[in-house]
């Protein structure tokens, strides 16, 4: 397997050459009390390099820097004209360095080099459609019935420092969420990436230094999350905090977001179900079950984890798709012929593994998948794609968020009963419907309590469509006008003219 390895871009050679600092207030800083943590290659469980633990202390500085950059400086009050000519730079940047960040992303957290050179490329699309809206963020005139001569209108005002968390699944585009939208409306940012992947949020803040923003704009403290990230959530000088990962810490931070009343959006975990009809167009449908929950080898929050086949079809479909799954290559990211890399660390791994035991105990048949056991795949974090059948709702495997390439897999017999299926979760992020009846399509769509349903595709995004979940799935939507709402408040003012 090593001799097809594509080999490491050399400014990513360079990156990774010395130990990294953090940004805070325009500076490359250590932490303050001096403590490091490294970062690993789950393909190999090599160390990369080793970064600043931040924590309480460094969360109150970069704070007190995005506090004073707000309150004092020249970002919220920039014309927005500006602010958009620094995004736009800072998405020519991106592009610049595409295969640098591309490559640091597949060291750092195992993706295959194809899925994060995407990734790298819809990072600066973002940034781009983002910058768009600096300038179109408007208030209305509103015509008031109380007496007298009013004049009464609102403003859209940024809401002030942003405290960003964020997960390791896709770190290079949820660091881009998290910057593109609150920075165009004119908010400061305090940004703490997963401990697993800090190195290309990193990249970023140089970037974000080369495009010119002013200093204490976007702070980036690298630390672990009940340290760092309890810290930038508890902070009362904190407005906003912004969260991607597990629905168990987003509930943590419901709670201490509360300290101040801050503005709490959510995008958590999900279970979500892809529902194939029996005329469905057969091989479409394959591949988009299969791509659905393999993508990124499963670590993906809107991941088509639950199958639902109409039962006319579902003996022969299960069949190709375990014959499909078999397909997929598994191994290093920068194999250029990997499909699924490895999970993104050896807990990530035993809490997957955990789950195929749980659902053989529960009754569920592995038609395909399971351990790795090639021994040059023995040293990272690899997971077979796995196939689940005989699962019912009601099993773990079908409730619990697993995060890992495994699909349990059921039979249903008509619309109405897998509409009652699809939404027996906790969750609400995503769901799939493949079927060449447009009427089903409408009607299943509408009745799925998600906040994205795809059509025979699955996992589009894009930055003009507002993405974010039902339920337990979250708060809140990005991208779109939605993150406009999201990142502002509103301002009502009343002018007695008379
Ligand atoms: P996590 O939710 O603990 O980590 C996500 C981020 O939250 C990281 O930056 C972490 O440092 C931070 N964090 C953790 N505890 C915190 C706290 N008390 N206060 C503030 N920030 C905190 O996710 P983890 O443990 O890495 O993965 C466990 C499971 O979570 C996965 O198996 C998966 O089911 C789910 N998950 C879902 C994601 C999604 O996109 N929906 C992304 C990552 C994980
Ligand atoms: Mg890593």
Redesign the pocket.
């Known amino acids: 397997m090593s001799t097809t390895l594509i080999s490491l871009n050399s400014k990513a050679v360079k990156f990774t050459s010395t130990p990294k600092n953090m940004l805070i207030n325009g500076q490359w800083v250590e932490a303050a009390s001096g403590k490091r943590f490294e970062t690993m290659n789950p393909a190999n469980g090599e160390v990369i390099t080793s970064v600043p633990e931040g924590d309480k202390e460094d969360i109150n500085r970069a704070v007190a820097a995005a506090r004073i950059a707000f309150d004092e400086g020249p970002w919220p009050k920039m014309k927005p004209a500006e602010r958009a000519k620094l995004l736009f730079k800072f998405a020519d940047l991106i592009e610049e360095n595409a295969e640098e960040l591309s490559h640091l992303e597949t060291l750092d957290n195992g993706a295959p080099v194809n899925f994060t050179a995407g990734m790298a490329s819809s990072a600066a699309e973002n940034i781009r459609y983002h910058a768009g809206w600096a300038t179109k963020i408007t208030g209305e005139t509103i015509p008031v019935s109380v007496p007298g001569n009013i004049f009464n209108y609102t403003r859209r005002e940024p809401i002030g420092v942003c405290g960003q968390?964020?997960?390791?699944?896709a770190p290079l585009l949820m660091a881009v969420w998290k910057l593109a939208a609150p920075l165009s409306v004119g908010n400061t940012v305090v940004l703490?990436?997963?401990?697993?992947t800090p190195l290309t949020a990193l990249r970023l803040g140089e970037l974000i230094q080369e495009a010119g923003f002013p200093d204490g704009v976007v702070n980036i403290v690298t630390?672990?999350?009940?340290t760092?990230?309890?810290a930038?959530?508890a902070h009362p000088d904190v407005d906003k905090i912004a969260?991607?990962?597990?629905?168990?810490?987003?509930k943590?931070?419901m709670q201490?977001g509360a300290v101040n009343v801050k503005k709490v959006s959510l995008?958590?975990?999900?279970k979500s179900a892809h529902i194939i009809f029996a005329d469905a167009d057969y091989d479409v449908a394959l591949r988009n079950a299969a791509n659905a929950i393999f993508m990124n080898s499963g670590?993906?929050?809107v991941a088509g984890s639950r199958l639902f086949v109409e039962k006319k079809i579902y003996d022969r479909f299960m069949s190709d798709l375990s014959e499909y799954t078999k397909n997929y290559r598994v191994g290093d990211g920068f194999d250029r012929s990997t499909v699924l890399g490895p999970l993104?660390s050896e807990k990530?791994k035993n809490?997957v593994l955990n789950y195929l035991d749980i659902g053989q105990r529960e009754g569920a048949e592995l038609l395909v998948g399971g351990n790795t056991t090639a021994s040059d795949l023995a040293k990272g974090h690899y997971v077979k794609p796995t196939v689940l059948a005989n699962v019912t709702n009601d099993m773990r495997i079908a409730q619990e968020?697993?995060?890992g390439p495994v699909v349990s897999a059921m039979p249903f017999d008509d619309i109405d009963e897998v509409i009652k299926l699809a939404n027996k979760t906790d969750y609400g992020?995503g769901g799939g419907i493949c079927t060449t009846d447009v009427r089903k399509a409408h009607k299943v769509a509408h009745a799925m309590k998600t906040g994205n349903v795809w059509v025979n595709t699955y996992s589009l995004l894009d930055p003009a469509s507002p993405f974010g979940g039902y339920k337990q799935s979250g708060i809140g939507r990005e991208n779109g006008s939605a993150s406009i709402d999201m990142y502002t408040e509103i301002k009502n003012v009343w002018i007695n003219l008379d």
């Open positions: 968390i964020i997960p390791w699944n703490k990436p997963a401990e697993n630390g672990f999350g009940q760092a990230g309890a930038l959530t969260f991607t990962g597990s629905t168990a810490v987003g943590q931070i201490a995008e958590l975990g999900g670590q993906v929050c993104i990530q809490r968020e697993i995060f992020l």
